[in-house]
């Protein structure tokens, strides 16, 4: 078996490795586009420095029908944090994409390049925004590969595998391992494949450059809210950040479920992007699809917005089905959220009401409901299921979907 895998990760590096010519071609390109951004910088006496980061600066880029490229732009403090988006604005030619920093896209002979602005810091502490770490991610890992060149294609592997398997991307939508968090966690195990074999557990937690004593002073010094992941990975540019806080427990429970199935029949099928909708068709001969809209902007914004309905949805279904099987995923292109699920009807729903002692609460539950009955000294109600019909119907007219900006629902 040991065998087997290594034959089905040798095939994968040859067909996810761009070739020399693709490599080139791409540097080519960019160095390109970094010197004309570069003289337009000049030319208004800005004072900003460009560099580029991402899977290209890191050699580990893969082969892809359009190539997406990270250019950062390093602004001098003298600058707002505020303002920076806008003198980017004024000096690149592209589509404006909101976020935590407005950020611009270029598209040149199948090269999408993401001009992201960032503050020029010289500590890690000083950082404003998330994206002001990305030169020292950059760095860490080019140091990384610098002294163990096979991580390269090792953190190929590890992408090339979880994009395959929905998990790879911390958009709010997808909640999964960030590129630079695969390039962490693979560096940290040493390849692809021992990173797989190591995480079949609840909880992990690591600091690689050992900034705390131990485990336990990890989980007291590091904020609560980065903590609920169920990886811990003690950002080694920056002691105070979770990398993989994104990450959650339904995306790593997928992730591993597809580890464990790798390593027991090893296959390329592992590393091939799947159809969501046929697997489940295959599996489930009553597979219910339905679809939601949104007129947010298209990528994680309304990704987001349409995962947070998703989630909202399956607690409705959930008072009058059981839920044997779900799945959702966002479509960027139609800027829709699929979601699919297999149903049981419920036969009755157990509705939990007021003690007996509160007698005015009591009157008005038992006019609500007609089939109360008294236990231990608490109202109950046993009520019919609602149909899925019914469900859709009620969203339809709730508020609730205005709030989520879901513009539209439909069952095929």
Sequence with gaps: ??????????????????????????????????????????????????????????????????????????????????????????????????????????????????????????????????????????????????????????????????????????????????????????????????????????????????????????????????????????DPTFKERNALSALSVETFQKFKNACREFLKKPSERFFEKQDTEKNMKKKHKNLIVIEARTNKQKGDIAGSKLKKFYEFFVFKLGKSFEIKAREFEYEEKRNIGKMYFVLKQKKQILISGPPINKIENLMNFKKKHKNCFIKQGKAYAREKPKNLGKILGELKKDKVLKEMDVIKISVR
């Design 1 to 234: 078996m040991k065998e087997k895998v290594k034959e089905v990760l040798t095939r994968q590096i040859i067909f996810i490795k761009p070739s020399v010519k693709e490599q080139e071609k791409t540097e080519k390109e960019t160095k390109k586009f970094v010197e004309e951004l570069g003289k337009r910088i000049k030319k208004k006496k800005i004072r900003a420095e460009v560099f580029v980061g991402g899977s290209l600066a890191k050699e580990t880029l893969i082969k892809k029908d359009k190539y997406d490229i990270d250019i950062f732009v390093r602004f001098d403090r003298k600058y707002k944090d505020n303002e920076i988006s806008e003198i980017l604005g004024k000096l690149v030619r592209g589509k404006r994409v909101h976020g935590s920093r407005d950020y611009f896209q270029v598209f040149k002979k199948r090269i999408l390049f993401e001009i992201v602005p960032t503050m020029k810091i010289k500590k890690p502490e000083e950082a404003e925004n998330v994206t002001d770490l990305s030169y020292f991610h950059v760095n860490y890992i080019k140091n990384k590969i610098k002294k163990n060149k096979k991580l390269a294609e090792d953190i190929m592997l590890a992408k090339s595998f979880c994009y395959s398997q929905n998990c790879y991307g911390a958009e709010g939508y997808i909640k999964g391992f960030s590129g630079y968090a695969l390039e962490l966690l693979v560096s940290y195990y040493g390849s692809f494949l021992k990173f797989i074999k190591a995480i079949d557990k609840e909880k992990i937690v690591i600091d690689a450059k050992k900034f705390y004593k131990n485990e336990k002073e990890v989980m007291l010094e590091l904020n609560e809210a980065k903590l609920q992941s169920p990886i811990v990975f003690v």
